[in-house]
Nanobody
């Protein structure tokens, strides 16, 4: 199983970025999540994508971020709009094979910086 994030970078406050997570070695019948970790802070769950594609978000990003998946492309996305400096973190995608909240597969992360 391999998860590879891309799309990170630097953006000004109010701007947008779209992260991608290319998946291989697994099927689309997993649950997925986006997480982030800022320096000196604990990892935080940002968005979750259920088996049926339903999404949930943390309060800190609700209304600004949109997670989605493209089954044909085996790719997970995180569209981030109206970004804030507090969104600065390393972002990770993760896969949960049993959809039980235990994410056993993780990408290497991509850095997002908002100034």
């Amino acid at each position: 199983v391999q998860l590879v994030e891309s799309g990170g970078g630097s953006v000004e406050a109010g701007g947008s970025l779209k992260l991608s997570c290319q998946m291989s070695g697994l099927t689309t019948r997993y649950c997925f999540g986006w997480f982030r970790q800022a320096p000196g802070k604990e990892r935080e769950g940002v968005a979750a994508v259920a088996l049926d594609g339903a999404t949930t978000y943390s309060d800190s990003v609700k209304g600004r971020f949109t997670a989605s998946k493209n089954n044909a492309e085996m790719t997970l996305y995180l569209q981030m709009n109206n970004m804030k400096p507090e969104d600065t973190a390393k972002y990770y995608c993760a896969a949960d094979r049993l959809c039980n909240g235990i994410f056993g597969y993780w990408g290497q992360g991509t850095q997002v910086t908002v100034s």
